[in-house]
């Protein structure tokens, strides 16, 4: 069962399509991460999915969220996927102890080897403030994401006390 909002979200290390690793936690108190798992590089659900996050990029940036996305993937086939397609974030490799950080979110699907569409919105303090979660060969919706991350800016807005 994947992770509720609200939890603090489990800290991971991992290599990126490049080899240099990733720690989640380096986040903490500087800014925002959308955590995007997909199943699989190369398939045609996952590149539409992760093309339409290339080209919606600015809604990440403008708001200083780190945009990452994990599969089950060795870095090798993440760095080929990301030359092909033109991603310009982090592509992190759950490849060893396979799905290993899938898992740890509750969306690693064992039946299938890979883990499920799920997305994870993280604030500076490293809890998650919005989830978008669909079915193999779904793909989840750029609205959704504005969605999340309208929710990560309601959380994140100070409160006046007077």
Request: proline content about 4%; some cysteine.
């Amino acid at each position: 069962m994947a992770l509720d909002v609200g939890s603090l979200a489990p800290d991971f290390e991992l290599p990126n399509q490049f080899g240099e690793h990733v720690r989640l936690s380096d986040h903490r108190g500087s800014r925002p991460v959308a955590l995007v798992f997909f199943p699989l590089a190369f398939s045609s659900t996952c590149t539409s999915e992760l093309c339409e996050l290339r080209d919606n990029i600015a809604m990440f940036q403008d708001n200083r969220i780190e945009l990452i996305g994990i599969s089950v993937d060795s870095k090798a086939t993440l760095r080929s996927f990301a030359d092909q397609n033109g991603y310009d974030f982090d592509l992190l490799a759950d490849f060893w102890p396979h799905g290993a950080v899938s898992k740890e979110y509750g969306v690693f699907l064992e039946h299938k080897g890979f883990a499920n569409r799920a997305t994870f919105v993280i604030d500076v303090q490293g809890r998650i403030r919005a989830s978008i979660i669909s079915e193999p060969g779904i793909a989840r919706d750029v609205t959704e994401y504005r969605a999340a991350l309208d929710r990560l800016a309601a959380c994140s807005t100070p409160v006046a006390v007077g």
